[in-house]
């Protein structure tokens, strides 16, 4: 079945620098793809969305990198400031399938 | 807008109580769902419904029921809570299968 994972649970970042947060998941006929940001007490919220037909996309200080090849898909912030600070999630679909959500990677935010 | 609302935010039962969660949204979305989220793991897909009237099992469906009885309201009832249930409980919507879905601000739930 589906499985979507994070590489490293927790992420260290000096204030200005740039986050990259890694995600891999094991079904290939994963064609939606979704980061979430989850702050201290609340429920995730929305980053950006890929869809299979696209390798790359951009929000404001984010970017979604996809890998269909190895099966990897990234998200970079930019510049990443302390109210960056929280923990991401990918989540995966394939079709006729719902969202399967990864385990969380918790990003730290070091002035 | 209110968008997706929870309540309660907190509850403390003994094992074998019974409770219900209540979801409400705004936003005219026909996909609901119920996920809890454990410690250390990510969001696991209780029930889900497709519509007003339609329910359906997610992952972790055992010692939950749901109802859609109107399209705004998705209602998680626990029968007999026991401790394993303990968790936060969230409700998300959305507008098609594959679309993002927008969460509530959480239940956390504690079983005695």
């Known amino acids: 079945g589906e499985s979507v994972g994070l590489h490293l649970p927790t992420l260290s970042v000096q204030e200005g620098d740039n986050s990259i947060i890694n995600c891999a998941y094991s079904n290939s006929a994963s064609d939606y793809f979704i980061w979430y940001k989850q702050e201290s007490g609340k429920g995730p919220q929305f980053i950006i969305d890929?869809?299979?037909?696209?390798d790359k996309r951009q929000g404001q200080r984010v970017t979604v990198l996809l890998n269909k090849t190895v099966k990897h898909l990234s998200l970079q912030i930019a510049a990443t400031q302390p109210g960056d600070s929280a923990v991401y999630f990918c989540?995966?679909?394939?079709?006729?399938?719902?969202?399967?959500f990864g385990g969380g990677t918790r990003v730290l935010v070091k002035p | 807008n209110a968008g997706v609302t929870q309540t309660p935010k907190f509850r403390v039962l003994k094992t074998g109580q019974s409770m219900t969660l209540l979801c409400a949204q705004d936003m005219n979305h026909e996909y609901m769902y119920w996920y809890r989220q454990d410690p250390g793991m990510g969001l696991r897909l209780i029930h889900y419904s497709v519509g007003e009237g339609t329910t359906a099992k997610g992952e972790v469906p055992d010692g939950y029921n749901v109802s859609r009885l109107k399209k705004q309201n998705f209602l998680l009832g626990l029968e007999s809570a026991a401790p394993s249930q303990t968790s936060v409980y969230f409700c998300a919507t959305s507008a098609s299968s594959y679309n993002e879905q927008f969460f509530g601000p959480g239940t956390r739930l504690t079983v005695l």
């Open positions: 989540a995966g679909q394939a079709a006729g399938n719902k969202l399967t």
């Open positions: 890929i869809r299979s037909n696209m």
